[in-house]
């Protein structure tokens, strides 16, 4: 699942694809099932796909993530949630994840 957040600021996503041709991506909102469609550049590394763009989302909704090539065949699916906090400034409960005993 990719973590993205409710803002009008690009943000990058990285995934391993079936096949090496992303062209487009797919983003459908499960709850109002909207379907938006974006072109972004990818950028092709050793053995994933890296791109940024700047995603229509609502927070607390669940999305679909379908990339596709230029013929349309889906090469990679995955699950988007969006928030509105950045998960480096969520508090951890056991920072140690040690082990407390009581008696």
């Known amino acids: ?6 803002t009008n600021q690009s943000q990058q996503i990285s995934f391993i694809p079936r096949e090496m041709t992303a062209y487009l991506l797919k983003i ?12 972004p550049t990818f950028y092709k590394n050793d ?9 229509n989302l609502k927070e607390n909704h669940f999305y679909n993530l379908e990339v596709q090539d230029v013929n349309e065949k889906v090469i990679y699916l995955d699950k988007i949630f969006c928030k509105s906090q ?16 009581e008696q």
Do not use: D, H, W
Request: proline share 7%; net charge negative; aromatic share 14%.
């Open 1 to 6: 699942m990719i973590i993205l957040l409710e």
């Open 28 to 39: 459908k909102n499960e709850t109002t099932e909207v379907v938006q469609t974006i072109t």
């Open 47 to 55: 053995y994933y796909y890296t791109c940024s763009a700047v995603f």
């Open 86 to 101: 950045n998960p480096s400034s969520y508090p951890t409960a056991n920072p140690t994840n040690t082990i407390i005993y």
